[in-house]
């Protein structure tokens, strides 16, 4: 249904590159508990049931964890690189996502961004989870794991299906609230017939809005009410 792969090392602001070498380690140990997993007609995968608690005694080390907007460094930190992942390929499916949280900061400039921004996943064990549940008649399998530079995945089917779809994003701006940004855009998905390459639905999936953490730069930026985007806590 869908293959993808995502850059394991990457600058990201001022973040220290230990702890990026460290999530590659974590995202291993991640992936051994998802490979190979099948999703049957009426079930539902948890991120947080399948993979678990990330601790030290499973052998998780100090990665990067995003807290209030910020790089931490974090036992089991990196593995929401794998939710991420997990999240694109499902929305090229017609698997249907059930429970998503993503992040309320914008905390790096785009640097590399291969996907469009607000896409990603925030996973917090126990109370913050990705979900998908399989609504066809048909079993899907799941296939992930860290390369030399990328984390790869696939979604398998059983057989063909009649549809293809196209993630994108719209309507992307900044905003400038008092002495505070913001980041806001769409993420929109088109239904493609398989047979004809054409076009016969298309549906908005998300609307993000988030704190920018960074001052931005070389973009157009709209002053916008304070009352509208309140200075965050």
């Known amino acids: ?10 600058q990201l602001g001022e973040t220290e590159m230990w702890m990026q070498h460290n999530k590659v380690t974590n995202l291993k140990l991640a992936c051994e508990q998802v490979d ?10 948890s991120f947080n049931k399948l ?22 460094p974090g036992i089991g930190g990196g593995i929401c690189q794998l939710a991420n992942l997990l999240h694109w390929m499902v929305l090229h499916s ?15 400039p785009d640097n590399g961004r291969v996907l469009p921004w607000g896409v990603g996943c ?11 549940r399989n609504d066809t008649d048909q079993t899907f399998q799941l296939r992930v794991g860290v390369g030399e530079r990328y984390l790869e995945g696939e ?16 309507g ?15 993420i929109w998905r088109t239904v493609i017939d398989r047979r004809t390459g ?21 973009v157009d930026v709209i002053d916008v009410d304070l009352r509208q985007y309140p200075p965050a806590s």
């Open 122 to 132: 925030s996973i917090v064990y126990n109370y913050v989870d990705f979900q998908f």
């Open 94 to 108: 017609p698997l249907t996502v059930t429970q998503r949280s993503n992040h309320s900061f914008d905390p790096f």
């Open 198 to 218: 054409a076009a016969i639905g298309e549906e908005l999936l998300k609307e993000n809005v988030a704190l920018v953490k960074y001052m931005p730069t070389g």
């Open 172 to 186: 992307e701006r900044f905003l400038r609230a008092g002495t505070e940004y913001f980041r806001r855009n769409e």
């Open 155 to 170: 979604i398998l089917a059983e057989r063909s299906t009649s549809s293809s779809y196209r993630v994108f994003a719209r």
């Open 51 to 72: 993979v678990g608690n990330a601790t030290r005694r499973k052998g998780y080390v100090k990665g990067m964890r995003l807290s209030n907007g910020q790089a931490k």
């Open 36 to 45: 190979g997993v099948l999703i049957k007609p009426g079930e539902t995968f």
């Open 1 to 10: 249904m869908k293959r993808h792969k995502s850059l394991l090392l990457r």
